[in-house]
């Protein structure tokens, strides 16, 4: 089966930086859309940023300007480059992702998510 494992979380204070990384295990799988989503204590989930096939990003405008998801095709993995963090970035990130397993494509693939905690 295709799992999608992120890592990278952590404790940091605000005004510092985080590299989070999405990689897919298990079965061959070919990321072609990925994304990452966001959990703070006691809300709803919310997107964070998106990234296509063809390499367009889209952020949530909470994130945009501070935050970067690029995809790194050899290695098959996702990844949410965050600066200048602020308190209210503090939640559980999950990475999200759709691609290509043997001759099917997969959709709505989600990772367990990683912690990130930003103090103030």
């Known amino acids: 089966q295709v799992q999608l494992v992120e890592s990278g979380g952590g404790l940091v204070q605000a005004g510092g930086s985080l590299r989070l990384s999405c990689a897919a295990s298990?079965?061959?799988?070919?990321?072609?859309?990925a994304g990452w989503y966001r959990q703070p204590p006691g809300k709803q989930r919310e997107m964070v940023a998106g990234?296509?096939?063809?390499?367009?990003?889209n952020y949530a405008v909470s994130v945009e300007g501070r935050f970067t998801i690029s995809r790194d095709s050899a290695k098959n993995t996702v990844y949410l480059q965050m600066n200048s963090l602020k308190p209210e970035d503090t939640a559980v990130y999950y990475c999200?992702?759709?691609?290509?397993?043997?001759?099917?494509?997969?959709?709505?693939?989600w990772g367990r998510g990683t912690q990130v905690t930003v103090s103030s």
């Open positions: 298990g079965s061959r799988f070919s990321i072609e859309v």
């Open positions: 990234i296509s096939s063809g390499g367009s990003t």
């Open positions: 999200t992702a759709d691609g290509y397993s043997s001759v099917y494509y997969l959709r709505d693939l």
